[in-house]
T-cell receptor, first 116, second 113 residues
Framework: KQEVTQIPAALSVPEGENLVLNCSFTDSAIYNLQWFRQDPGKGLTSLLLIQSSQREQTSGRLNASLDKSSGRSTLYIAASQPGDSATYLCAVRLRSQRGTASKLTFGTGTRLQVTL | SQTIHQWPATLVQPVGSPLSLECTVEGTSNPNLYWYRQAAGRGLQLLFYSVGIGQISSEVPQNLSASRPQDRQFILSSKKLLLSDSGFYLC????????????FGPGTRLTVT
């Protein structure tokens, strides 16, 4: 059974700092990995999706890396801003589940607070 | 563009009462639909998914059921709520051409008292 772990569970940093969020998964036979952002009481917004054949994806100040062999992904946020405050979730889709339905296994998330 | 709606946004229900949460998608046809639950301190757990009208797959045994009466409508139900059903319920959809990308609704906060 795939298990996804995210550390730290919570993180507080001053504005302007660069930071790294970690995600690890137990089954390396993934099809892809996706990072989401969740604001309090809201739904999820997709940030980055990395296919199993890729090593990283970038979008603006965000960079996500994937090391499938070690079962790890990181989300790097450059020059953090108070608006980045949210919970960040990673989710993996197993290769064995490839098909018309996409079943994701989520981590418990990292709650980020960027202070002024 | 595609949009996904969920209602109600919040709900407080007593133990033993019935439940009906609704999710609708606009701007796409024949989507895959998903129901997730996010309990306090836990990650999102997939409850049900559907690849077509009347086709429901359950991921975990539980007190809930799902139905898809129309192509873009997904309903989560219970006949008798339990305290453990409290949580944040999220509906999501993915397209046939890109089934590996899911888009989430705004969620429903359910509190069972």
């Amino acid at each position: 059974k795939q298990e996804v772990t995210q550390i730290p569970a919570a993180l507080s940093v001053p504005e302007g700092e660069n930071l790294v969020l970690n995600c690890s998964f137990t089954d390396s036979a993934i099809y892809n990995l996706q990072w989401f952002r969740q604001d309090p009481g809201k739904g999820l917004t997709s940030l980055l999706l990395i296919q199993s054949s890729q090593r990283e994806q970038t979008s603006g100040r965000l960079n996500a890396s994937l090391d499938k062999s070690s079962g790890r992904s990181t989300l790097y946020i450059a020059a953090s801003q108070p608006g980045d405050s949210a919970t960040y979730l990673c989710a993996v889709r197993l290769r064995s589940q490839r098909g018309t339905a996409s079943k994701l296994t989520f981590g418990t998330g990292t709650r980020l607070q960027v202070t002024l | 563009s595609q949009t996904i709606h969920q209602w109600p946004a919040t709900l407080v229900q007593p133990v033993g009462s019935p439940l009906s949460l609704e999710c609708t998608v606009e701007g796409t046809s024949n989507p895959n639909l998903y129901w997730y639950r996010q309990a306090a301190g836990r990650g999102l757990q997939l409850l049900f998914y559907s690849v077509g009208i009347g086709q429901i797959s359950s991921e975990v045994p539980q007190n809930l059921s799902a139905s898809r009466p129309q192509d873009r409508q997904f309903i989560l139900s219970s006949k008798k709520l339990l305290l453990s059903d409290s949580g944040f319920y999220l509906c999501a959809w993915s397209g046939r051409d890109r089934p590996y990308e899911q888009y989430f609704g705004p969620g429903t906060r359910l509190t069972v008292t």
